[in-house]
């Protein structure tokens, strides 16, 4: 089995930054791709921006520009630094982790529990 925890969300204000993290532990073999997502009440789950395992970086259009997404394999983590916080930048993030346990062919995804992120005006 495969845990994932995230920390780093708050309050902040407009402006500010925010750095996430999502550490995974547990059987894991390799990692793949890492995800992070935010939701709003009433919204769906929206993708924030993905690494690959070689380091390839995409980034909703909402975030480019003041966010970076990173990993850290040795530590089996994915961050996500928000710089120029707004408003609507306000959601729950999700990380999401795609994990191969030992079986090469047995690839499956993780969710985090979610971190709040809140950003006054």
């Known amino acids: 089995q495969v845990q994932l925890v995230e920390s780093g969300g708050g309050l902040v204000q407009a402006g500010g930054s925010l750095r996430l993290s999502c550490a995974a532990s547990g059987t894991i073999s390799s990692i793949g791709s890492m995800y992070w997502y935010r939701q709003v009440p009433g919204k769906q789950r929206e993708l924030v921006a993905a690494i690959t395992s070689v380091g390839a970086t995409t980034y909703a259009d909402s975030v480019k520009g003041r966010s970076t997404v990173s990993r850290e394999n040795a530590k089996n983590t994915v961050y996500l630094q928000m710089n120029d916080l707004k408003p609507e930048d306000t959601a729950v993030y999700y990380c999401?982790?795609?994990?191969?346990?030992?079986?090469?062919?047995?690839?499956?995804?993780?969710w985090g529990q979610g971190t709040q992120v809140t950003v006054s005006s």
């Open positions: 999401n982790i795609i994990v191969r346990a030992n079986h090469p062919s047995d690839w499956r995804s993780y």
